[in-house]
């Protein structure tokens, strides 16, 4: 099972789309399991405060690092910082803890990284808010376990919950046993970005929209030529 930990402000945002679907049938089949630590339960201030302005100058204010280190140290709360290691030390055993770092200046997340993600135990992923983390945040998080750094999409977010739920997505999605079968994982067979299903034509508006013959044909081979194509 993969444990992932969402640092967020806004659990509420997220466990709405955790809990549903394949993902959320993960979580209750103990696949994964889904925790949620607020930087905001961290602060030293009756305020709740976790913002600040930024050195420097600038437009908005910007998360204060220790409230997220806490929150995520808290997270890895279980793990030894002996046994936090980025590839297995030996065959059979796991992997442990990666810490997930959001940036629009970061790695574009690939399936490539999904599949490596996966091997981890533990997924600690870090969502900011306003104008970003205090910088200081991501150094010392470097002290408690490897930091992976990842964008999601080419677009600039409110937040990282978006990305954090499209990262818990696409990982859980790989594991074993969670699609039914491995080959529901697309890029793992011949696939194109077109799929249809009954009825074979729709009737819309006085024209007719139709189901290409290649695929009623039952010729795999003519159909794995098609897609592709396609």
Same mark, same amino acid.
């Given at each position: ?122 997924? *600690? !992923?870090?969502? &900011?808010?306003?104008?970003? +983390? #205090?910088?200081?945040? @991501? $150094? ?73 013959? *290649? !695929?009623?044909? &039952?010729?795999?081979?003519? +159909? #794995?030529?098609?897609? @592709? $194509?396609?």
């Amino acid at each position: 099972m993969i444990r992932f930990s969402i640092i967020t402000l806004f659990s509420e945002a997220c466990d709405a789309y955790l809990s549903a679907s394949i993902v959320g049938r993960a979580r209750k089949e103990k696949k994964i399991s889904v925790a949620y630590q607020n930087p905001r339960d961290f602060v030293e201030n009756k305020w709740g405060k976790v913002d600040e302005r930024p050195y420097g100058g600038g437009p908005g204010m910007v998360m204060q690092a220790l409230p997220v280190v806490k929150a995520a140290a808290k997270a890895l709360k279980t793990l030894t910082r002996g046994t936090l290691v980025s590839r297995k030390p030996h065959k059979g055993a796991p992997c442990r803890a990666v810490v997930v770092w959001f940036s629009p200046s970061g790695k574009q997340f690939t399936n490539k990284d999904a599949d490596a993600l996966a091997k981890y135990s533990d997924v *600690v !992923l870090v969502c &900011g808010r306003y104008e970003g +983390i #205090d910088e200081r945040a @991501k $150094k010392i998080l470097k002290t408690l376990a490897p930091v992976k750094e990842f964008a999601v999409g080419e677009a600039v977010y409110t937040g990282g919950e978006v990305p954090a739920l499209a990262i818990v997505d696409a990982v859980t999605r790989r594991l074993p046993g969670v699609l039914g079968k491995d080959a529901s994982v697309e890029e793992r067979r011949i696939a194109s970005s077109a799929v249809y299903t009954r009825p074979e034509t729709i009737l819309y508006k006085k024209k007719n929209y139709r189901v290409p013959k *290649v !695929l009623q044909t &039952g010729h795999h081979a003519n +159909i #794995d030529a098609w897609r @592709k $194509k396609k």
